[in-house]
């Protein structure tokens, strides 16, 4: 029953207006991956336009600060972004499109797609995160069985990496073999949403743009020497040796599946 009201609930709320245009969720990313690695993640949210985009910044490069005054707290907001080709994930609702920057081949690229249709299992499991009551969701997206802990006391439909679609902020996500976790630290807000126009505009313009199946062709079908030896003098040959697993965040995509 608790799953049925739940469910009414995603379907009947809406994103209201809120005397705030922008909330800024600070988030850790722990990577359980061959090299294990902790990094940051800020989620930066436009309700006015309609807008989201999650930027992460890796501990081994350079970064700069642009520093937004908060209206509500008086104090200064401080994204901390990395200089050279940020890696993000830029949502915009109203033209229902996804834009991820990903490396690949020593190149960062931006990848475009129509957003993807996340269909949430929401459950009746809650537990506490910090002061919120927070709901589980699960899901199975492009290959991974993912988890989320989303709070309702913000009706924000966005999360971090390309997670959304829930009535609720994502506080805490994670991938059924923990491999890929994101955990929010805080939650800050800030009035003034057109001190953010040009952040997103720099952010998601400084790319060549590819489209979602050119990726994933480039990404899982070359091979690892072609994309060394690009880089390497024409004397030197390296050993030729296929891309044959996939343990990214996404291993299978929709138009294999139908397939």
């Known amino acids: 029953m608790r799953t049925i009201l739940v469910f009414i609930i995603s379907c009947i709320i809406t994103i209201p207006s809120f005397s705030q245009d922008i909330y800024i969720i600070d988030y850790d990313i722990i990577l359980n991956t061959e090299r294990p690695l902790k990094k940051t993640g800020k989620l930066i949210f436009d ?42 994930n830029f949502i915009n609702f109203a033209k229902d499109t996804l834009i991820s920057a990903e490396m690949m081949a020593f190149n960062i690229y931006n990848i475009a797609e129509t957003l993807p249709k996340i269909k ?47 009535p609720g902020l994502i506080l805490e996500a994670y991938d059924e073999s923990k491999r890929y976790m994101w ?13 953010f126009n040009g952040y997103f505009e720099l952010t998601v313009n400084k790319n060549k743009t590819i489209n979602i199946k050119t990726y994933a062709e480039k990404r899982y079908n070359n091979s690892i020497s072609s994309m060394i030896q690009a880089r390497l003098p024409r004397e030197v040959k390296v050993e030729d040796r296929l891309i044959n697993t996939r343990n990214g965040k996404e291993i299978l995509f929709e138009w294999e599946i139908q397939d």
């Not at 999650?54 to 970064?63: I, T």
């Not at 707290?73 to 890696?87: F, H, K, T, V, Y």
């Not at 009746?124 to 997206?141: C, R």
């Open 47 to 88: 309700s006015q336009n309609g807008r989201s985009i999650f930027v992460e910044s890796s501990p081994l490069k350079k970064s700069k600060i642009i520093k937004k005054e908060s209206i509500e707290s008086g104090n200064e907001i401080e994204l901390n972004i990395a200089e050279d080709n940020p890696q993000f």
């Open 120 to 166: 949430w299992e929401i459950t009746d499991n809650e537990k506490k995160i910090g002061k919120h009551s927070v709901l589980l969701a699960k899901t199975f997206f492009r290959g991974r069985h993912y988890e989320a802990w989303f709070a309702l006391d913000y009706p924000i439909r966005t999360g971090p990496w390309k997670l959304h679609g829930l």
């Open 183 to 195: 955990v929010a630290k805080e939650i800050k807000s800030n009035q003034q949403s057109e001190n």
